[in-house]
């Protein structure tokens, strides 16, 4: 998409720089990672609107075709079911723009990288209770 050729400072910024159509798929993508992740911050990290909570939890973008989504390899293989009836490589899905988003799915995913960054997060700081 011709947008994301240029730098962005804010997921706002982003989304404002695609078409009205393409613009409510984002808001409905930002919107369910927001509902999953309440605590998570936003931010644009390698030109894309990210969520971060104790380390990146997922990434979209939009492009011509698809709405890429990048939940980590970790967050791909743990949906690998669901998720093959998608196009996807190691940490990377792609959900065609004509049709509807999974919304579920990605909420489901990205409540279960919360948990991984939080539990990833604690035993680093030692309190891990193992």
Known sequence: MEG???????????IAAFPEDIQKILGELRAT??????????KISYQMPTFSLKGNLVHFAAWK??????PTSTGTQ??????SIYESSKGAVR??????????????????????????AEIKSGKSKK
Do not use: C, M, W
């Open 4 to 14: 994301y050729k240029r730098g962005f400072n804010s997921i706002d910024e982003y």
């Open 33 to 42: 990672i927001k509902a999953s992740a309440p605590d998570a911050g936003e």
């Open 65 to 70: 075709n698809h709405i890429g989504f990048y």
């Open 78 to 83: 743990a949906f690998k079911k669901e998720l």
């Open 95 to 120: 959900f065609p723009i004509e049709q509807p988003l999974p919304l579920e799915l990605i909420s489901k995913i990205v409540k279960f990288r919360v948990t991984e960054n939080l539990k990833k």
